[in-house]
């Protein structure tokens, strides 16, 4: 049987009969989705390590509840990168999924991510700027498409709030993931994929 550790970046799976220890440095993993709510890694294509030790080390270390804390990640931004793996992306190199990690940690209050391992797009936009974003979004779209583009006169007055109101009652989805009209959230970040 044998142990597992991390340590400054570096997984040691050690031998519990002989007491010795393999060290692999993180580039040397990559990451595997195993369901919806937990990506795991194991070492990619070493000789050194037996089916059974792959199995203890999927078992035991959740990447995003362990790894990433000592990397000086949050765990939502983890489980962001997670749901765009699992709903368009690929197993993927520990360096991949790092980058795309700071591209969500870098983000402003409404993002769309774009990243060579991901075969989709996504949009993140943060909780509390949600509904003025939605509003702008329908005011314009009313404008272009119910209005012709024409400008209205200085004294007519139209409540873009109630009307957003109005058009929100089956969420944000419909309006802004154009992929399939659905919207997700973790934490206080809406994520949508748009294409």
Known sequence: MSQITINNNELYLTDNATNESTVF???DLIIIGDDQDDVFYYLEENEKIKDNELN???QLIPFTEYVFHQLGFE??????????????GDTVLIESYIEILELVENRSDDTSIEH???????RLIDDDDIDQIYQDYIEEMVKDCYLGGVELPSFL???WEAT???CKHDGYGNSFSG?????????DLYIFCTN
Do not use: P, W
């Open 25 to 27: 440095k993180f580039k």
């Open 164 to 166: 957003a109101n109005n």
């Open 116 to 122: 060579c391992n991901l075969c989709r797009e996504f």
């Open 56 to 58: 203890l080390i999927e």
């Open 75 to 88: 765990k939502t931004e983890c489980l962001i990168v997670d749901y765009m793996l699992d709903h368009g």
């Open 157 to 159: 007055e139209i409540d």
């Open 179 to 187: 992929y399939d009209g659905s919207e997700d959230q973790i934490g």
